[in-house]
């Protein structure tokens, strides 16, 4: 029975070490933010946190998540706060919204090693998230709205602590 | 057919309203339309204000619009609360949006059915809801002005608010419906004779208000089909044979299966619909479990009368119908063409092709389904309640008016989920164990049994005069027909030599705005590909190929009688006759599309061109004018890089401007992917691709710029989720013919076919 700190909580799950991942944040702990696409890492709907790098909960086994920090769409804020979820609402980002999760999760990963990504970098660190309803212009101007507001953040933060 | 329903199980028997009806004060009074059935049991609701079926308004002064549409992404939901809003006078933020359930009442009011595609609900559904929503008003004011003492017709109704300004008394809607004065019913021929509003007097049609449906999809809160869970509900994986269609199950060997932890059992389908061929469901407690069974099952199967065929088969029975003069029947008969071919000047021929195309919504096809007393309940989303409740019943063996199908939001449509396929497995697995079953495609499933775009052939031949005239088009599309396979005679159309009906969801399109005196269009079902892949309706359907050939074969026109391309579609687009009206339309989109992506005003680098298309999709009687201006660059070794979509698109009236651009940019992104990335093949009787590794939409690195351009000129509101999707591929075709003289006739286009053109 493998022990998983999910969203900064720690749960116990009945499950084959070898379950994917996915499968139990979805079925077990009934957190269905995280998407199931398509079950080979090929489309990044299933994209989760695991000790703050992106990975497919598809493609990751039960133990092997095990003692690590997990984080899913439910848990990268509190309130559906974070830059990039104000972003993908200013910008209108979704459509059918089913790939958005995996998307913002994996943008995430980008902007918290990177608050000032070029093009380039944005494309390259989202190419492996399919959108079909290809929204996927959306999607970079809402990533570089974020990156810009969470710089401005920082920004004021820092002036704060320095008076 | 559901008012039998409701007095078995009336507490469950429709989501929709029961979410409303609970949680509200029991105070105010409701009220509908004199005319619409089932008001006395809207009536039995205690506290909403329920002008009409489509919105309540609550005690607190929200108004939920009940969606009868299915969202799969467009915000139709969103779309309906802004037309209702409008008229009704309330304040966006007081807004609230749910999905109906297939109770009749929901049934779109121009089609009379519950089924969303077509590009049809903005256009079909503005005048009911407008209506509803004035309405609400009419009755709210006159209750207000009754409660204030002062004329309803020196009130102004805004931002929730009734107020009379010679007074400066107001009223907020929620005072109206807790004051439960809102009495005023309206019957249907009331209801048609308000007076609405003038585009002029519009505050809230052409605003891009937030999309209601957004924020639940930016923190994993909005339900989708696969996220159902019920109370003691077991898990299903289906196993699907190697053949697309035909296949019979010989033996199923459970013996591996049983070692699962959790299996429960395999229940092999006995399908009376025909949907499906040949499937297993395995069972088990969870869903992972139910996959590990589904693999480990040893199935044998039959294969079946199709197993041997291939997508060239397909194409060469295609090239055999077609030859044949006797095949098809006619969709267009104008003149004679064939007479016209004799005595004209010169006569060019071209064959135009596309492959089989998988819709692969990212949300895999699922269902789940609940036994509960005599009711069968689904959970699924779905594009057509109407016909998908009659085969979970048929599935279940059951009357259709004992389903009751509980709509989610769609993970993506395109078209895909018009089907009910997946509604067969949950409900046969569910009456096998005797608990609610979902059933979740993988992938695999998803891609290699979709109801695909089907294969085309197309050819078409075209005689120009003396003066470079075109008088003559004669077009003969052959593929399976999708539409026909649904059964409903209704969706079908009479072909004009009376040789019985076609499925002109297989040609629309090709009934163009260009004034051509003699033209032929004939439909041609290929019995094969219509058996061996059965077809179904992927974004845009028919105009997705029937303009690959129609505006391919102008542009080959325009360079066979030393014109330009556009200028040729201009002068073709003359609004004579039939034509009139739309002709012009189009020809001011395909003009304000040339204008903005400046074609024909500067020399491009040498390997880069542009081309045109433009469109009247999706039918003649629904069309959004639609045109685009293609920017690519050709290397030598034939790959193509788009560099810009330039679209222009004629919308009449737009309700959500941010909205409509938003469904321009996916389909104009979806054309480019048809035209250039995505292709399914048959082999032994089964689709190769099986997941996103070999069939590949385009993806962020691969979109070019796109610059979309909307013209709203007070016409009628017209629908775009489609048109855009169908006028790329040509005009992609025709930029790499302008950048290197190549002319490719097949989709998806291939560096391959591009250099092989080129030395050509």
Redesign the interface.
């Known amino acids: 029975m493998p022990n998983l700190n999910i969203n900064g909580r720690n749960m116990s799950v009945e499950?084959?070490g070898d379950?994917?991942l996915l499968?139990?944040i979805?079925?077990?702990l009934?957190?269905?933010?995280?998407?199931?696409?398509?079950?080979?890492g090929?489309?990044g709907?299933c994209t989760v946190h695991l000790n703050g790098e992106a990975v497919r909960s598809c493609q990751t086994s039960v133990s092997d998540a095990a003692g690590k920090k997990i984080t899913?769409?439910?848990g990268l804020s509190a309130k559906?706060e974070h830059p990039l979820?104000k972003a993908?609402?200013a910008e209108?980002?979704?459509?059918?919204?089913?790939?958005?999760?995996g998307q913002?999760m994996q943008a995430a990963a980008l902007l918290s090693k990177n608050s000032n990504p070029t093009k380039e970098e944005v494309?390259?660190h989202?190419?492996g998230?399919?959108?079909?309803?290809?929204?996927?212009?959306?999607?970079?101007k809402a990533i570089m709205r974020a990156a810009s507001e969470m710089r401005t953040a920082s920004a004021t933060g820092t002036e704060r602590r320095a008076t | 057919m559901n008012e039998h329903v409701k007095n078995l199980t009336p507490e469950t028997t429709d989501l929709s309203r029961r979410s409303f009806l609970v949680g509200t004060a029991a105070t105010g009074l409701v009220l509908g339309y004199a005319a619409v059935p089932g008001i006395d049991k809207a009536l039995a609701a205690p506290s909403n204000f329920e002008p009409s079926v489509w919105y309540s308004i609550a005690p607190d002064g929200l108004v939920t619009v009940t969606c009868g549409k299915a969202d799969?992404?467009?915000?139709v939901a969103s779309t309906m609360a802004q037309i209702v809003a409008e008229e009704l006078g309330a304040n966006w933020k007081d807004m609230r949006v749910q999905l109906a359930s297939n109770d009749p009442k929901f049934n779109d009011p121009v089609l009379g059915a519950q089924i969303t595609g077509g590009s049809w609900s903005t256009m079909m559904n503005f005048d009911a809801m407008s209506r509803a929503g004035a309405a609400g008003r009419m009755a709210l004011t006159e209750a207000a002005a009754a409660s204030m003492g002062v004329p309803a017709s020196e009130c102004v109704v805004r931002s929730s608010t009734i107020s009379h300004p010679k007074s400066k008394k107001s009223m907020s809607f929620a005072d109206v419906v807790k004051s439960g004065k809102a009495t005023k019913t309206f019957t249907a021929d009331e209801l048609k004779a308000i007076k609405l509003k003038s585009p002029d007097q519009y505050t809230m049609i052409g605003v891009?208000v937030?999309?209601l449906?957004?924020?639940?999809?930016?923190?994993?809160?909005?339900?989708?089909g696969?996220?159902v869970?019920l109370p003691g509900m077991v898990?299903g994986a289906i196993v699907t044979p190697p053949v697309r269609y035909g296949a019979t199950v010989k033996s199923v060997d459970e013996t591996a299966a049983k070692k699962v932890?959790g299996y429960i059992k395999a229940v092999t389908l006995d399908d009376k619909t025909g949907t499906t061929t040949g499937w297993v469901v395995a069972v088990a407690n969870?869903?992972?479990n139910a996959k590990k069974a589904a693999a480990a099952l040893k199935i044998t199967y039959d294969g079946g009368p199709n197993a041997k065929l291939s997508s060239e088969s397909l194409f060469a029975e295609a090239k055999r119908l077609q030859g044949l003069s006797d095949s098809g029947e006619f969709f267009v008969k104008d003149g004679d063409p064939n007479a016209a071919f004799g005595t004209a000047a010169k006569v060019l021929e071209a064959e135009y092709t596309t492959n089989i195309n998988i819709h692969?919504?990212?949300?895999?096809m699922n269902a789940t389904a609940e036994f509960k007393g005599d009711i069968l309940h689904i959970h699924s989303g779905n594009q057509f309640a109407t016909r998908s409740g009659a085969i979970a019943a048929a599935a279940a063996g059951i009357d259709p008016k004992y389903v009751v199908m509980h709509q989610m939001?769609?993970?993506?449509?395109?078209g895909r989920r018009l089907d009910a396929d997946m509604m067969v497995p949950a409900v046969q697995a569910a009456k096998a164990v005797g608990k609610p079953v979902k059933v979740?495609y993988?992938?695999?499933n998803d891609m290699t049994m979709d109801f695909s775009r089907p294969l085309t052939y197309q050819k078409v031949k075209a005689g120009v005069d003396a003066d470079g005239k075109l008088v003559a088009l004669s077009h003969d599309v052959v593929s399976a027909w999708p539409t026909a396979r649904w059964g409903i005679p209704d969706f079908l159309t009479p072909s004009v030599d009376k040789k019985g009906p076609l499925d002109s969801f297989t040609v629309n399109g090709a009934d163009f705005f260009y004034t051509v005196p003699n033209h032929y269009v004939r439909a041609i079902k290929n019995e094969m590909a219509h058996n061996a892949t059965p077809s179904g309706q992927l974004r845009s359907v028919a105009p997705g190929w029937t303009f690959w050939a129609v505006e391919s074969m102008i542009d080959e026109i325009a360079h066979a009688t030393g014109k330009d391309p556009a200028q040729l579609r201009i002068s073709l687009l003359d609004g004579k006759g039939k034509n009139d009206g739309g002709a012009q339309r189009l020809r001011n989109t395909l003009l304000a599309a040339m204008g903005l992506a400046g074609y024909g005003t500067k020399q491009l680098p040498k390997g880069e061109g542009m081309g045109v298309a433009c469109v009247s999709s999706q039918e003649r009687a629904t069309a959004s004018w639609t045109a685009c201006v293609a920017h690519v660059a050709v290397a030598p070794s034939g790959e193509v890089t788009v560099k810009k979509l330039t679209v222009a698109t004629d919308v009449g009236t737009q309700v959500n401007p941010?909205?409509i651009r938003?469904?321009v940019?996916?389909a104009a992104?979806?054309g480019m992917?048809l035209a250039m990335f995505e292709k399914a093949t048959l082999k032994d009787g089964g689709i190769e691709q099986t997941?996103?590794?070999s069939y590949t939409?385009?993806?962020?690195?691969q979109?070019p710029e796109?610059a979309v351009n909307v013209i709203a000129n007070g016409e009628k509101a017209t629908g775009v989720g489609e048109p855009a999707v169908t006028v790329v591929a040509p005009a992609i075709g025709n930029a790499i013919f302008n950048a290197v003289g190549a002319r490719v006739r097949a989709l998806p286009i291939t560096a391959e076919a591009v250099k092989a053109a080129m030395k050509a």
């Open positions: 499950a084959a379950t994917p499968w139990v979805r079925e077990q009934q957190m269905t933010g995280t998407k199931f696409g398509c079950g080979a090929l489309c709907a899913t769409i439910e559906g979820q993908w609402i209108q980002v979704p459509q059918c919204g089913y790939c958005q999760s913002i494309v390259a989202m190419d998230n399919l959108c079909r309803c290809m929204t996927y212009s959306r999607i970079q | 799969m992404g467009q915000h891009s937030p999309q449906d957004i924020p639940s999809k930016t923190n994993g809160t909005a339900k989708y696969i996220d869970m898990h932890p969870t869903y992972a692969a919504p990212m949300e895999p939001w769609l993970g993506g449509g395109f979740i993988t992938r695999e941010d909205g938003a469904q940019e996916g992104l979806w992917s997941n996103f590794d939409p385009l993806r962020m690195s979109m796109v």
